[in-house]
């Protein structure tokens, strides 16, 4: 599967984004889905998963209350919506399928797109 994810961009601290990752290949509704966020010189850590069949959502508490990660199965589309953004969340986002282990860790995860970078100026 390939993934294709888009929508970051610049906005301003307590503004929205919606970042969207579009898979090709092996439908994404194969896989649970995640996103997942980096920063120079750190570790890519977890944002948010969604099953692969209910739908169901898990999130960093980070993030929790402010970020709604949602899917569209016919679209092959997963979706992080981004509200009341914060400096630090500014990052590469990056989408994900995951394939074994906890939905939290990279290593779980062998399918990822190229990453969307996402700047919130305070």
């Known amino acids: 599967v390939q993934l294709q994810a888009s929508g970051g961009g610049l906005v301003q601290a307590g503004g929205s984004l919606r970042l969207s990752c579009a898979a090709s290949?092996?439908?994404?509704?194969?896989?649970?889905m995640a996103w997942f966020r980096q920063t120079p010189g750190k570790e890519r850590v977890f944002v948010a998963f969604?099953?692969?069949?209910?739908?169901?959502?898990y999130y960093d508490d980070a993030v929790k209350g402010r970020f709604t990660i949602s899917r569209d199965n016919a679209k092959n589309t997963v979706y992080l919506q981004m509200n009341s953004l914060k400096a630090e969340d500014t990052a590469v986002y990056y989408c994900?399928?995951?394939?074994?282990?906890?939905?939290?860790?990279?290593?779980?995860?062998?399918?990822w797109g190229q990453g969307t970078l996402v700047t919130v100026s305070s």
């Open positions: 290949g092996r439908t994404s509704s194969t896989y649970g």
């Open positions: 994900a399928a995951h394939t074994s282990g906890p939905y939290y860790r990279p290593s779980s995860y062998y399918y």
């Open positions: 969604i099953t692969r069949s209910e739908g169901n959502p």
